[in-house]
Nanobody, 127 residues
């Protein structure tokens, strides 16, 4: 059984930093693209960032480009989202997801491409 577990969420002051982690069990992440999505209260879920299985291809939404960094440690079966210069509009529940397309060369921004999802971790931002 595949399980993705996000951690690292919490409360942060605007301008501060936070690092989210997504640890997998039941699935070796090293062959699959991974992504982070978020869902602010009362809004739809949006794709933030993704990373290919090798780490060679990444994508960032305009809203987080230059502030957030996605990375992966395949040896630890974990994906990270480093959030810097956090803004009030970054407050949301953050989800990681795995795309089980075997070693696709890039990564997708589309929710429907992702097969496994974590339960989410909440980030709140105080100004």
């Amino acid at each position: 059984q595949v399980q993705l577990v996000e951690s690292g969420g919490g409360s942060v002051q605007a301008g501060g930093s936070l690092r989210l982690s997504c640890a997998a069990s039941g699935l070796g992440l090293h062959n699959y693209a991974m992504a982070w999505f978020r869902q602010p209260p009362g809004k739809e879920r949006e794709g933030l960032s993704c990373i290919s299985w090798s780490g060679g291809s990444t994508y960032y939404a305009d809203s987080v480009k230059g502030r957030f960094t996605i990375s992966r440690n395949n040896a630890k079966n974990t994906v990270y989202l480093q959030m810097n210069n956090v803004k009030p509009e970054d407050a949301a529940t953050y989800y990681c997801a795995a795309d089980r397309t075997w070693r696709r060369p890039d990564c997708s921004r589309a929710e429907y491409e992702y097969d496994d999802w974590g339960q989410g971790t909440q980030v709140s931002v105080s100004s």
